[in-house]
């Protein structure tokens, strides 16, 4: 991994401010402690590989700590080309200053590329690094009393509340309007996005919180921000699920969980077109004469070590596949195991036989 560099404003002494000591580390993982403390003391020259090897883990570990003081307002990473090339140590308030006030001011001192975040939020919006495959929800804060009647007199987020309520058709609990402001101040999600979010999920006969944020963590993970594009990804999944249903005969109900987790995989995580997955799909029906989610992901998973990623690609895969049946040599015709067939054949003149029988 390339080298980044590092910058602070002191080399000659490790200072730990009492800010860091009061507020930031007794919520924080050791190990991010220990990273932490590691920028302060080092010079200008760094790697995630050698802090990596200086705490005995993992680049991954380390690049999870980054990003959680990158949440936590104390650094600002800077990537080129999805490579880490600076982490800058950004300066922190006094210990008698309020978190929540401070929060606020680190995210004005950031990249002002990221997602604005309201002027109330106590901790900034969330950014996936491309380095690092699994994305890090920020944690949800716990939002007093007094901080939630904040959040209500912003007409937007009343707005959305009261739209929520009216799709579910219940007064919000105090834990339900707090996964709300969730989405509103910690995943950077706009009053109407929230209210699509809700729309959306509600139309999908899906009413439970639990499932409305876990959707929201998923558009979170896509990056999705805006109404338009969450349309956009709503759009082409419905489109890909109607396709691979219909091809597999099943057009008369909407796909079951575990089926859409295997739809979402083929198309998210594999990244095949729909035109291979059909393709999959019906091979699977020719194969089996019945519909296997799993069959055809067996298939898929072939075509991906094969590296498939157009429809020509799976005739060369055909191809060699056949070259190879061809060229193997075949297997010797096995004989039964009994006693009879172990022994060896004899082979007799019948015109010997009968003259030692006359005596001749």
């Not at 790697?47 to 999870?64: F, G, K």
């Not at 338009?228 to 008369?252: P, Q």
Request: hydrophobic residues 35%.
């Amino acid at each position: 991994m390339s080298t980044f560099t590092l910058t602070h404003t002191s080399h000659t002494f490790t200072e730990v401010p009492n800010y860091f000591l009061d507020h930031c580390m007794p919520g924080a993982n050791g190990e991010f402690v220990k990273v932490y403390l590691c920028l302060l003391r080092s010079g200008d020259s760094l790697s995630v590989s050698l802090l990596a090897d200086r705490l005995s883990c993992t680049e991954n570990d380390i690049m999870r700590a980054l990003r959680y003081w990158e949440q936590e307002g104390l650094l600002r990473l800077v990537f080129e080309k999805n490579i880490l090339k600076e982490v800058s140590l950004l300066e922190m308030p006094s210990s008698e200053s309020s978190p929540v006030k401070e929060a606020s001011a680190d995210i004005s001192s950031k990249d002002t590329t990221q997602e604005p975040t309201s002027p109330l939020s106590t901790s900034p919006a969330p950014t996936v690094l491309s380095t690092v495959s699994e994305y890090i929800p920020p944690e949800k804060p716990h939002y007093t009393t007094a901080q939630m009647n904040q959040f209500i007199k912003l007409d937007d987020i009343n707005q959305a509340l009261y739209v929520t309520q009216r799709y579910l058709g219940r007064t919000l609990t105090s834990t339900e309007t707090s996964t709300i402001l969730y989405f509103y101040d910690s995943l950077g999600f706009p009053a109407d996005l929230i209210e699509y979010l809700i729309e959306y999920c509600v139309s999908r006969d899906k009413k439970s919180m639990r499932y409305i944020e876990a959707v929201a963590l998923s558009w979170a993970k896509q990056g999705i921000r805006t109404v338009e594009k969450a349309k956009e990804v709503s759009t082409l999944y419905n489109k890909n699920c109607f396709a691979v249903m219909k091809a597999f005969g099943l057009s008369n109900r909407n796909p079951a969980d575990a089926e859409t987790g295997f739809i979402k995989k083929w198309t998210s995580s594999m990244g095949f077109s729909l035109d291979i997955i059909l393709e999959a799909c019906r091979r699977t029906i020719q194969a089996i004469h019945q519909p296997s989610f799993e069959y055809a992901d067996s298939i898929l998973t072939h075509w991906q070590e094969k590296g498939v990623h157009h429809l020509s690609d799976i005739q060369r895969v055909d191809q060699l596949r056949r070259d190879s049946k061809e060229t193997k040599p075949e297997k010797p015709t096995r004989t039964s195991g009994n006693r009879f067939n172990n022994m060896t054949p004899r082979s007799y003149l019948y015109e010997d036989l009968e003259k030692q029988l006359l005596g001749r």
